[in-house]
DNA sequence: ATAACGCTATGACAGCCGTCATAATAGACC
DNA sequence: GGTCTATTATGACGGCTGTCATAGCGTTAT
């Protein structure tokens, strides 16, 4: 998650994502972005001519796809799949970066939402895919453990509102105890919800 | 929820978290907030003389208050009250919301929370005891209902977190289906855990 | 009448914001 | 060398922000 090595575009885009988790968008200035990034500040216009709402974007949109990268991996470091073993780790991610750097940082494209929700079009539209491209492999993955497919993209719905929800009240509290009741109550419901093959 | 009729005190304090609601505590002007609630803008230093943070902070409270409150509402409402029943019609009151108003404003203490817990420690602080005053009342009302005292806590906090973040997916689709999908799949979940008396 | 008090009015301050215009640099290719 | 392209540098613009200082009004109480 370090995001070094890559284009200053990359960097760019990596920092704002990392700016507004804390801030929120409209507290992330364009010049905060190429100075934690290390980028020139000459190059914000011309990565980004579409302003800051396209910077936003392109931030929500690599959230989007990171979270929904997270998933595969997930899965293939569970020892036996299993729909409560991907939930737990899914939250053992939060958990663990809010023990390890405290709790100044939460969801990108839920900050995305609701400081742009009302006023960009364009944004908003950015986040609802890019919450499509985390559903998807949750909902995937919840399929291939033996959840009706007509019932993995709703639980996989529950799970990130759930997680998205358990995080803004962890933030808040300043303690994961949010974030590990969910997953310990939502657990059994999720594996109960397995119907075995044949 | 109007509002009207009261002091101009009152009225900033709730146009306050009227308008965090929509563009997030950055994006909130506290001449906005003047403006909003019909109420000069000399009052404002009058009124808030710790500033933007503890208007921002009333406001976060009010909104505390307004959704601990509700809860009993709910249960008075219901025909026969079920933990299913009355998570049913705290998502029905955001799903009516939305349908009749938009998607325009969510909720005043997630924003609060996303702008600034890592800025204000008393904001913060503020959203921690809004949704303390919020998670009470339902665990209270789960208990009465059969749901062990301690159990309760636990599923109030899920039920909260499960709506915080549908209503963030909500307002990212324009669609109700979030809300609608956390109502459904975790109904039956909270209805199991009532134990039967005796 | 005079004083006190609750509330309002107004203007200014420094600072940051996103955006734009424009010039300068650096390197590659012919 | 010349030209073209990619990237960066710099400064300025108008506008908005929260905050402060200070004066003003209108009522009430003495």
Known sequence: MTGSERGPRE?????????????????T????????????????????????EQMVNEAVGWAGRYAGNRVAR?????PEPTPA???????????????ASGYDA??????????????SAATRSAAAAAFATWTGPVAGALEEMGVPAGR???LATLMISAIEGAIVIARAERDVRALTTVARELGPLLDASVVPPG
């Not at 960097?11 to 507290?27: E, N």
């Not at 934690?36 to 980004?48: C, D, E, I, V, W």
């Not at 997930?74 to 569970?78: H, N, P, Q, T």
């Not at 939460?106 to 006023?119: E, F, N």
């Open 11 to 27: 960097r760019m885009v990596f920092s704002a994502a990392q700016l507004i988790r804390r801030g929120g968008v409209t507290a």
């Open 29 to 52: 200035g364009m010049r905060d972005v190429a100075a934690h990034a290390g980028a020139p500040r000459g190059s914000l216009q011309y990565y980004f001519p579409g302003g800051k």
């Open 74 to 78: 997930f899965l293939a470091a569970l």
């Open 85 to 99: 073993g991907l939930f737990a780790a899914m939250v053992g991610q939060w958990t663990d970066e809010f023990l």
């Open 106 to 119: 939460g969801c990108p494209v839920a900050a995305a939402t609701v400081d742009c929700a009302g006023t």
């Open 152 to 154: 993995a993209p709703a």
